[in-house]
């Protein structure tokens, strides 16, 4: 998660770099698409104006315009075409916004073929004329007024739109000359006319004005240039000399002008290509500021991005640092904490369980992580190990407590058997009559089966029973030993055993082993059934088997008992739980004190066939001249 947010910052870091680098990008980016845009524009208008001066002319009746409009329709056609290249230019200024304004170009622009044959025929009125050039060299500016708009800094707009003034007043004296010319050429000039010609000369020399109050240095003196040049009077004298005129109607007498209509039209077009080309010098000066604040911008932008880029780096390295540390402090408390419950807590159970005084606050983990929360999580680990050993320690106790319980129960109930089975052997030998005889062997037997499960109590509490035999006994004295201590002893048939002897420290174990065996033999079979016992000596000792023909276990039984027999648990009150066979526990823990192997499995009765194998390391050949005898080591007695 870490190195996720630290890649998500060094991301977002770079990006931001790079917005901040092609933001400062724009201002450049706009100046070169509106300085693209410039010089065809110029072109365009310049173009149109003269068409339109000569197409109002060849309606008004002169015929010498015809030559002059071919020329002029095709440099309007030129510099139109060019225009509309710059169509990708012109959108990329107003992305939002051009597509609209584009399509209605385009339908004026279809007009001009149309307008064109009027003129040829004479079939079209003058004023529809004056109004599509018009509006087709307005299309100019209004691109103008929008590349002031979308200017990348207020700055710029401003410098762009002192610009438009000079371009408006052109188009004003454009549209003044041209009206004048057709004024002249008919020798007529309507009232509505004559307004219309002092409105579009009121325009021109307020956009003049205007522009003389805002432009500034070198701009401003172009246009003092223009303002104090011959050309500029003689455009002022004409139009005076037509306002004060007034009306004229065909009948009127010719009233003599300053200058002739050619001279006229020759200064009018001087000054409207010098207000044109210091709209161009205006526009230009405001795409070098522009430039120049793009390149400052980008050079700021390049710092600072690489500043955030510098900063996001080091902040992913810091991250990336303090990441590795805590995921290595994680791998250690992983690797501590596994210590802990794979080795140290195992380690204090067996200590535990065998006995030995354990100090848990000593035994404690010390997992000491700090105080962050990592920290916290380790002080956690070192609460719950103390906890389990705490836990370890009073299950022990408990269990010592019950073994005690057990112990304690099973030595009083021997003491009392054994002097029960003591006066029962006296009785029996002072008895004569037969059925009293009888009953007392009853007695007997009831009461060694009485001494057999105080010694399972005994056996369940980690002691031996108090039975010892200082020297090997013959393996048929141990299977008779066993049927005798069975409570359904009649039904137990031994058949043939080997000669073979059984050493002494384990000859009560394996009694009582054999006994327990017997017993479950006996009580999950038939009562008129027999359970045979037989022995045989094989390749790792003797094997002594104890076939039932009972009801049998199922697989899953006896694959459980079998586990439980090959690797008996540590008793405790709930080991046995959901069972009764507390017999074959007895039997796991004998067998496992010695060695024996004890195994279940089905009878060729479908009941049960236990195979009890006492290793050789506990048996030896009664006749050392016997064929077995070299299987079997010396037993040596053992105290």
């Known amino acids: 998660m870490v190195l996720i947010s630290s890649i998500m910052l060094l991301v977002v870091g770079g990006g931001g770099a790079i917005y901040l680098v092609n933001s400062a990008r724009d201002s450049t980016d706009w100046a070169e698409l509106a300085g693209s845009t410039a010089a065809p524009a110029v072109l365009m208008v310049s173009a149109f104006q003269e068409e339109r001066r000569l197409s109002l002319l060849r309606l008004a009746g002169d015929v010498s315009s015809a030559a002059e409009l071919d020329a002029a329709k095709q440099r309007s056609d030129e510099a139109l075409a060019a225009v509309l290249a710059k169509g990708d230019a012109a959108r990329a200024l107003n992305p939002d916004g051009s597509r609209e304004d584009i399509e209605g170009y385009n339908k004026l622009f279809a007009m001009v073929p149309v307008v064109r044959r009027g003129v040829e025929a004479t ?161 230009a000066d405001a795409h070098a500021i522009a430039r120049k604040q793009g390149e400052r911008d980008t050079d700021s932008a390049l710092l600072g991005g690489a500043l955030i880029a510098l900063a996001a780096v080091a902040a992913f390295l810091v991250a990336l640092v303090m990441a590795n540390r805590f995921i290595e402090r994680m791998r250690r408390l992983r690797r501590d904490t596994l210590e802990l419950a794979d080795e140290r807590l195992p380690e204090v159970m067996r200590k535990v369980a065998a006995g030995e005084v354990v100090d848990t606050t000593a035994q404690g983990s010390r997992l000491d992580f700090g105080t962050d929360e990592l920290g916290q999580v380790a002080a956690a680990f070192n609460r719950a190990h103390v906890a389990a050993m705490s836990a370890a320690v009073a299950e022990a106790q408990t269990k010592a407590g019950i073994s005690t319980v057990f112990l304690d129960i099973a030595h009083r109930s021997q003491v009392v058997v054994h002097r029960q089975l003591a006066l029962l052997d006296r009785a029996e030998r002072d008895e004569s009559n037969a059925d009293q005889l009888d009953l007392l062997f009853q007695l007997d037997h009831l009461a060694t089966r009485a001494r057999r499960n105080a010694e399972n109590l005994i056996i369940l509490g980690g002691e031996q029973p108090g039975r010892r035999w200082r020297k090997p006994v013959p393996l048929i004295e141990l299977v008779r030993s066993a049927v005798a201590e069975s409570l359904d002893y009649t039904r137990i048939a031994a058949k043939q055993m080997p000669d073979v002897r059984v050493s002494g420290h384990a000859v009560a174990d394996v009694i009582h082993l054999l006994a327990e065996l017997m017993d479950n033999a006996t009580a999950f079979s038939p009562p008129e059934t027999q359970v045979v016992v037989s022995g045989v000596v094989v390749g790792r000792g003797v094997a002594v088997e104890v076939v039932d023909q009972g009801l049998g276990m199922s697989e899953t039984d006896v694959a459980d008992r079998n586990a439980m027999l090959a690797d008996p648990p540590a008793f405790s009150v709930g080991t046995l739980a959901g069972t009764s066979r507390l017999g074959l526990f007895v039997v796991a823990t004998l067998a496992g004190r010695h060695g024996i192997s004890v195994r279940l499995s089905e009878s060729v009765y479908g009941g049960v066939r236990v195979v009890v194998l006492i290793p050789s390391a506990l048996a030896e050949a009664s006749d050392p001249e016997s064929a077995i005898s070299g299987q079997f080591p010396a037993v040596a007695p053992r105290p």
């Open 123 to 283: 079939q079209v009125p003058a004023e529809e004329v004056f109004a599509l050039y018009t509006g087709v060299i307005g299309t100019i500016i209004a691109a103008s007024m929008l590349a002031a708009r979308v200017a990348p800094t207020a700055k710029v707009g401003i410098e762009l739109g002192y610009g438009v003034d000079q371009l408006r007043a052109a188009e004003a004296l454009s549209q003044a000359d041209t009206l004048g010319a057709v004024a002249l050429t008919t020798a007529t000039m309507s009232s509505a006319a004559l307004i219309d010609f002092g409105r579009r000369v009121g325009e021109f020399r307020g956009e003049a004005a205007y522009s003389a109050t805002v432009l500034k240095g070198r701009r401003l003196a172009q246009l003092s240039e223009i303002t104090t040049s011959s050309q500029w009077q003689q455009v002022i004298a004409m139009q005076d000399a037509v306002l004060l005129r007034g009306p004229v109607t065909a009948k009127d007498t010719e009233t003599e002008l300053p200058i002739s209509l050619a001279q006229w039209q020759d200064a009018s077009r001087f000054v409207a290509l010098a207000l044109q080309e210091l709209w161009k010098g205006q526009s």
